[in-house]
T-cell receptor, first 110, second 113 residues
Framework: RKEVEQDPGPFNVPEGATVAFNCTYS??????FFWYRQDCRKEPKLLMS???SGNEDGRFTAQLNRASQYISLLIRDSKLSDSATYLC???????????FGTGTSLTVIP | DAGVTQSPTHLIKTRGQHVTLRCSPI?????VSWYQQVLGQGPQFIFQ???????GRGNFPDRFSARQFPNYSSELNVNALLLGDSALYLC????????????FGPGTRLTVT
């Protein structure tokens, strides 16, 4: 079983739409959670950390559900510039490893 | 300030050869991690080094090795290259310990023919 699982999509949404991504993780001892964004043929860049209480950064909201072992990312009022692959990342306390999901592809259509 | 730098940018090798990839972390960062990203997949963790010691190792064969130097730069070595080693190799640095946010370099694209 994979440590982190994501729906690869693709998600094709019109400008202004709201879109949500979910990600599940298998290790209940996981400590830290992140969403990264990766543009085509570029390196991943941190979008936001995910805190237990949930957190919001402008149009982006991240949630963590430890009981069900999933994290989510909500993007409101989608912009063309949001088109990218969104990677869910989980860090466990065993072996100091960061586990990445396969990524969810988002295309925002004019 | 300069970000994470990696060299070379692109590399073409043949099966059986070995390769050395290099990474310089952000100034002041003491931890470096290496990842392999195959097309269409997320990055897969290979190694993490902190203060010149190996702190984490992913599920990769012994053909993969790495080290970190006193200036915190790092090298990833891959021996006996296989076609399946073709990938983007990413280096990431963090200031201190293993649960900090990671800052990625642009990667080295390795093609094995």
């Amino acid at each position: 079983r994979k440590e982190v699982e994501q729906d690869p999509g693709p998600f094709n949404v019109p400008e202004g739409a709201t879109v949500a991504f979910n990600c599940t993780y298998s290790n209940s001892a996981s400590q830290s959670f992140f969403w990264y964004r990766q543009d085509c043929r570029k390196e991943p860049k941190l979008l936001m950390s995910v805190y237990s209480s949930g957190n919001e950064d402008g149009r982006f909201t991240a949630q963590l559900n430890r009981a069900s072992q999933y994290i989510s990312l909500l993007i409101r009022d989608s912009k063309l510039s949001d088109s990218a692959t969104y990677l869910c990342v989980v860090n466990t306390n065993t072996g100091n490893q960061f586990y990445f999901g396969t990524g969810t592809s988002l295309t925002v259509i004019p | 300030d300069a970000g994470v730098t990696q060299s070379p940018t692109h590399l073409i090798k043949t099966r059986g050869q070995h390769v050395t990839l290099r990474c310089s972390p952000i100034s002041g960062h003491k931890s470096v991690s290496w990842y392999q990203q195959v097309l269409g997949q997320g990055p897969q963790f290979i190694f993490q080094y902190y203060e010149k010691e190996e702190r984490g190792r992913g599920n990769f064969p012994d053909r993969f090795s790495a080290r970190q130097f006193p200036n915190y730069s790092s090298e990833l070595n891959v021996n006996a290259l296989l076609l399946g080693d073709s990938a983007l190799y990413l280096c990431a640095s963090t200031p201190r310990n293993w649960d900090d946010e990671q800052y990625f370099g642009p990667g080295t694209r390795l093609t094995v023919t």
